[in-house]
């Protein structure tokens, strides 16, 4: 096997956010740009000559291309075996799972998520380690500081693989296989859910279902396990076919781009359980008929029902949520006496929880669920979660819903997104925001009266590390809060998110629209946060 080495020049942007390096096709198409974060990447890694690595990605643009440079480099760089899935795909949680199974030394996955595809839209790549989870922060850094000095990257010659046919292949030294991307994570899910009640349930016509997977890599993962394995009707799984550019749409699970799906939801007949996922498979939103559940209520409910699932019947260890999503998972803890984690925006954030065994549960605002199964969140596996709850109890997802409300009270929630802001702009913001904190407490505005107001600061209980500057928090006495924090995953200007919450515990008013209930909490945000003011919008780009 013939290898090149070749010579380069840094480039000053490639530091990865909020998960992975996230940038518009156009830029990874620069010549060198992908070469050299991967190279990057490899370069920050110790002691894997031989060892395995896993490749697959969400399908979009460039995938294919990106991958075949990667195989490539892989061997050049001495890596023994790379699995990759087959046609170069692999959802997310999948990929995490193949990690772990195979015991991998790590994975790329090659994804922008939730972010529109195509040539002129976006692409991601992203380094998980050996539990199967996105890279700590001490692992970004250093992929960082090494594209800043980079000068040369390692290059195999041989041709294209042949992406498509099943089984090893050999490349020089390099053991390729390709595998089935949807097998292993099939039986996965077989072994948390109960398929047989499901299968029943389904076929009995007590669960009607309505999955779209917004031509993104859930399609073919639905297909096998909602229709080809649990009997759901073909008709079930809409937009089931991977596209390069997600047809045209935002693969992003919210009621705003998940239009079809939430017409029908919200329509005459609509199905008894509705739900979608993103490009990468990780997110998931979750509706019933004529109902809508929040991540952070869906994360609250599958805490409090997680003894009817089997694979979570001897009970859960912990959970853990992000900073910004809302605290009605923290009263389903304290009602059953077990711990529960506030960490900051990030999924990689969880994984020393999992792998601590501190936690089972996990989850954040931004539609991502997950547990100890893999080391991301996961889409799929939350919709199974939600179908086995229905069948155990045989209830409607709104029956659900406000039960969990009466019984532990409602966290009213809502986030509002105010997208591609000049930096400068947004940056002032949090300055402005900043300078406020150290003379707010004790002050009250109407009904709240602040009870602290910070930046969130996070120390791992487990590795001890330190994530400073992880969003502003203003709380009030009364529980409610505002967050303020600029988003590590947008590819143009900053996005500034608000998120906004407020506790109730008179069932009597739980049916409330959030963003009425919310008004005052809102003209608040305004008023400390001028974000209106300053980037002279009428009000936020999308609210969720
Ligand atoms: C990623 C991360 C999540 C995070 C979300 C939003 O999700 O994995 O942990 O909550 O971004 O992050 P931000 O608010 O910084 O934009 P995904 O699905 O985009 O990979």
Not at 157 to 175: C, N, P, Y
Request: charge should be negative; aromatic fraction near 10%; charged fraction near 20%.
């Amino acid at each position: 096997m013939q290898t090149d080495t070749i010579d380069t020049q840094p480039y000053n942007d490639q530091n990865p956010g909020t998960s992975g390096l996230r940038k518009k096709v156009r830029t990874f198409q620069q010549v060198g740009y992908l070469e050299n974060f991967v190279q990057s990447i490899f370069d920050s890694l110790e002691n894997y000559s031989g060892k395995t690595l896993v490749l697959g990605g969400d399908g979009r643009y460039f995938n294919r291309e990106a991958i075949q440079t990667i195989i490539k480099m892989a061997a050049a760089n001495g890596f023994g075996e790379l699995i990759i899935g087959q046609g170069g795909l692999l959802s997310t949680p999948a990929a995490s799972h193949v990690i772990r199974k195979y015991q991998a030394f790590g994975g790329l996955i090659l994804s922008a998520s939730h972010n529109p595809g195509g040539p002129d839209e976006d692409f991601g790549i992203k380094y998980n380690v050996g539990n199967g989870g996105p890279a700590p922060e001490k692992y970004t850094q250093s992929f960082y500081r090494r594209s800043q000095s980079i000068t040369s990257y390692k290059i195999a010659r041989f041709d294209d693989v042949d992406l498509d046919t099943l089984g090893s292949q050999q490349a020089g030294e390099l053991k390729i296989t390709i595998l089935d991307p949807v097998a292993d994570y099939a039986d996965l899910m077989q072994s948390i859910f109960d398929f047989s009640l499901l299968k029943q349930t389904i076929g009995s016509g007590f669960i009607t279902l309505l999955f779209d997977a917004m031509h993104a890599i859930t399609g073919p993962y639905a297909k096998r396990i909602l229709v080809d394995m649990l009997g759901a009707s073909p008709e079930s799984v809409i937009n089931a076919t991977p596209l390069e550019d997600f047809g045209g749409h935002h693969p992003d699970p919210n009621l705003a781009h998940a239009r079809e799906l939430a017409e029908r939801m919200f329509g005459p007949e609509a199905p008894v359980f509705g739900a979608a996922s993103d490009g990468d498979g990780d997110r998931n939103m979750i509706t019933g008929s004529n109902i809508f559940v929040t991540p952070s209520d869906s994360l609250a409910i599958m805490a409090a029902n997680a003894h009817l699932i089997p694979g979570y019947a001897k009970g859960i260890a912990g959970v853990a949520r992000s900073m910004p999503t809302s605290q009605a998972v923290d009263r389903v803890a304290a009602h059953y006496k077990i711990p529960c984690y506030e960490t900051p925006t990030g999924w990689k954030f969880f994984g020393n929880l999992l792998d601590a065994g501190r936690i089972t549960l996990c989850g954040e605002e931004s539609f991502g669920t997950g547990s100890d199964h893999v080391r991301e969140k996961d889409g799929l596996w939350a919709v199974l979660f939600w179908l086995n709850l229905i069948a155990r109890r045989r209830q409607s997802v709104a029956d659900i819903v406000h039960e969990h409300w009466q019984k532990f009270g409602r966290d009213i929630y809502c986030r509002h997104d105010y997208e591609a802001v000049e930096t400068s702009i947004a940056d002032g913001i949090v300055e402005y925001l900043r300078a406020q904190l150290p003379a707010l407490p004790g002050q009250s505005f109407g009904e709240y009266t602040v009870k602290y107001a910070d930046e969130f600061r996070y120390e791992d209980p487990v590795d001890g590390s330190i994530s400073q500057n992880q969003g502003i928090r203003i709380g009030f006495e009364n529980g409610s809060r505002i967050v303020y924090r600029l988003s590590g995953t947008g590819t143009v200007g900053a996005t500034l998110r608000i998120y906004l919450e407020k506790f109730e515990p008179d069932a009597a008013k739980h049916h409330q629209d959030a963003q009425e209930a919310l008004a005052e909490l809102i003209g608040l945000a305004e008023h400390f946060g001028e974000v209106k003011k300053r980037t002279g919008r009428a009000g936020p780009d999308v609210t969720t």
